[in-house]
């Protein structure tokens, strides 16, 4: 069923010039880029972007570290899209993720991990809403 979901370019994705990267990857795969926005998130944003994890030992870093430059993040449709880009991202262990997949390729940390992405069509149009609104931050 075709799905719509969320993927960001984490900062470390940005700052290492990842994003053409990520985008070809995404394109490559038959999807459809139908959405695409670079912002300076607030940690605002970020603190609800990350909601579900609040309280948990590497939340505060994590936030952080995300409100820690831009990120570039898309809105990426296609047949069960949400599944098929967290393919394509791989487990969230950069060191653990398997070679060719985004991280496995890309990432050697748990937190640094180049790329978000949904992991629900719920959760995606939350995240779409809050990190496509001005409220997020700078563009
Ligand atoms: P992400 O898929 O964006 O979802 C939550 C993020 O928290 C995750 O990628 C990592 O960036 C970070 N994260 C999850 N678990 C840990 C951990 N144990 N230590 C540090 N960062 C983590």
């Known amino acids: 069923m075709t799905e719509r979901t969320i993927l960001i370019v984490k900062p470390d994705g940005v700052r290492r010039g990842l994003v053409g990267e990520i985008i070809r990857r995404v394109e490559r ?3 459809k880029i139908t959405r695409l926005r670079m912002v300076y998130p607030t940690e605002k944003c970020i603190e609800s972007l990350y909601d579900v994890h609040k309280g948990k030992p590497f939340y505060e ?7 820690s430059g831009p990120i ?7 047949d069960e899209a949400v599944n098929v880009v967290r393919g394509l ?3 969230t262990d950069g060191r653990k993720a398997p070679p060719g997949t985004i991280r496995g390729d890309y990432a050697l940390s748990m937190r640094e991990n180049v ?10 149009e939350y995240e779409i809403e809050l990190v496509f609104s001005d409220s997020c931050g700078f563009s």
Not at 72 to 78: D, H, L, P, S, Y
């Open 29 to 31: 795969k038959g999807l």
């Open 89 to 91: 991202v791989g487990p």
């Open 72 to 78: 570039v993040a898309m809105i990426v449709e296609g």
């Open 115 to 124: 790329t978000h992405a949904a992991d629900s069509t719920e959760r995606a």
């Open 61 to 67: 870093d994590l936030v952080r570290f995300m409100s």
